[in-house]
């Protein structure tokens, strides 16, 4: 693949990425207590600190933000290890 489309495809994985963050970030803030459940290595553990799951959602907006502007940043360090 073209570096060129490599770029393209990582700004598009961003823009996603910075939406599907916002979304949630606002679904977070706008009800009271939300249940976050992630799945690691087969075991779902409840998130409850809805404050600091939103700053890590807010560096992932900053970081893809990032990637769309050309500067260095961990969201293509990311996409390139997937």
Do not use: W
């Amino acid at each position: 693949m073209r570096k060129a489309n490599i770029n393209k495809q990582l700004k598009c994985d961003a823009t996603y990425h910075i939406d599907e963050c916002i979304a949630f970030r606002e679904r977070i803030i706008k009800e009271k207590n939300p249940i976050i459940i992630a799945n690691v290595n087969g075991f779902e553990i409840g998130l409850c600190d809805n404050e600091k799951f939103i700053e890590l959602l807010d560096s992932e907006i900053k970081q893809a933000k990032l990637c769309i502007e050309g500067k260095p940043n961990k969201f293509i360090d990311f996409m390139f290890c997937t």
